[in-house]
């Protein structure tokens, strides 16, 4: 059984990013009509789970099995590749490749040592370290390129 409101809350966010709508915009527009999620405002995190998932066109996926029509389609077809076409080319955001940084590709020591971060990313050191450092690195050779 269909909860009307949040279908239409729902359609609202696949009808508004399809039309180019920002999320932050559309959350913006749900919370100053009263729309909650759960009792809280929406977050961005769980607009983009809502826009990416497929139950809203009535199809059910478990690892490899795919359930058509095992609930009923909120989102036409249509709309739903849009959104997906949409938020895939913007999945890596817009880079440019004519900037030039100096510490692009490399990490610099303390000890005045310099590592590519392919090289660090390849190491024994590096394979204990978790993501989070990884991202650290990336910052950091960022940060000194400024």
């Known amino acids: 059984m269909i909860d009307d409101e949040r279908a239409e809350n729902v359609r609202f966010m696949y009808t508004q990013f399809a039309g180019g709508v920002y999320v932050r915009e559309i959350i913006r527009q749900l919370t100053l009509n009263g729309k909650q999620y759960k ?15 497929q139950k809203y066109l009535g199809v059910y996926k478990h690892g490899d099995e795919i359930v058509d029509n095992m609930y ?3 989102v036409e077809q249509e709309t739903f590749e849009k959104v997906q076409r949409i938020i895939n080319a913007n999945k890596h955001g817009k880079r440019s490749t004519e900037v030039v940084y100096m510490l692009r ?9 310099t590592k590519s971060k392919l090289e660090l990313k390849r190491s024994n ?14 910052f950091l050779s960022t940060y000194l390129e400024r």
Not at 40 to 52: C, E, S
Not at 126 to 138: A, E, P
């Open 105 to 113: 590709h490399n990490v610099v020591y303390a000890n005045g040592h």
């Open 39 to 53: 009792g809280k405002p929406f977050a961005m995190n769980t607009v983009y789970n809502i826009l990416k998932n």
């Open 72 to 74: 009923p389609q909120i």
């Open 125 to 138: 050191q590096c394979k204990s370290k978790s993501r989070d450092s990884l991202r650290n690195l990336d």
